[in-house]
């Protein structure tokens, strides 16, 4: 139940196209819904969060769509560019309480010219 | 803001040594940091909760005498691997949150990893 799936594993988007990456969860507890972008070598950045409050974040070309009822959230890279090729994690947790967040396997993002 | 450092960045020992790896929030009090361990391709997997004052906790499979964590103040906390053995290497993240009322309660920052090689 504490599960965070995330797909896919791998992803190869043209430059200039958009990157959609899913995640699904199980334990409706879960109130925080961040993504995380990882470089080689590097520790993970936050790279946008949200809520179950509303239903879409955008920050930039970054957007997080959330579903509740579907127990879904995604991540959208707009005009994807070659400097987006990363590891993108998506997490969860509960705001209060247990403070954990609980991780995706991770989707590696190829941005190809 | 919110930017959290480790040292070393990476560090190669002897099989046997006990290798010390600092974080530090530098501009923001953490009451509690994160460590995490990441083998190559794979997610983060938590390793302890450490909060300022008191006992870390360990999540379930990890070796408390084995990896001994201290978070002595709001700014720092340490991870020190004993007696390490090559399967001990792999990459050590932390992170920290914000000192409650301070900042957003929920978000983790991440620092930049140490690389850890034991031969």
């Known amino acids: 139940q504490q599960q965070v799936k995330q797909s896919p594993q791998s992803l190869i988007v043209q430059k200039g196209g958009i990157s959609i990456i899913n995640c699904a969860y199980e334990?409706?507890?879960?109130?925080?819904f961040p993504w995380y972008q990882q470089f080689p070598g590097k520790g993970p950045a936050l790279l946008i969060a949200?809520?179950?409050?509303?239903s879409e974040k955008k920050e930039g070309r970054f957007t997080i769509s959330f579903n509740k009822s579907a127990k879904q959230f995604s991540l959208h890279i707009m005009d994807s560019q070659p400097g987006d090729s990363a590891t993108y994690f998506c997490?969860?947790?509960?705001?209060?309480?247990?403070?954990?967040?609980?991780f995706g396997t991770g989707t590696r993002l190829t941005i190809i010219p | 803001g919110a930017v959290v450092s480790q040292h070393p960045s990476w560090v190669i020992c002897k099989s046997g040594t006990s290798v010390k790896i600092e974080c530090r929030s530098l501009d923001f009090q953490a009451t509690t940091m994160f460590w995490y361990r990441q083998f190559p391709k794979q997610s983060l997997m938590l390793m302890a909760t450490?909060?300022?004052?008191?006992?870390?906790?360990?999540e379930q499979g990890v070796e408390k005498d084995k990896f001994l964590i201290n978070h002595a103040s709001l700014t720092l906390s340490t991870l020190t691997v004993t007696s390490a053995h090559p399967e001990d290497s792999s990459f050590y993240i932390c992170s920290a949150r914000y000192r409650q009322g301070l900042g957003p309660p929920e978000t983790q920052y991440f620092g930049p990893g140490t690389r850890l090689l034991v031969l």
């Open positions: 949200i809520r179950p409050d509303v």
């Open positions: 450490s909060n300022e004052g008191s006992k870390a906790t360990y």
């Open positions: 334990n409706t507890a879960f109130d925080y």
């Open positions: 997490a969860a947790s509960m705001r209060f309480g247990n403070e954990k967040l609980t």
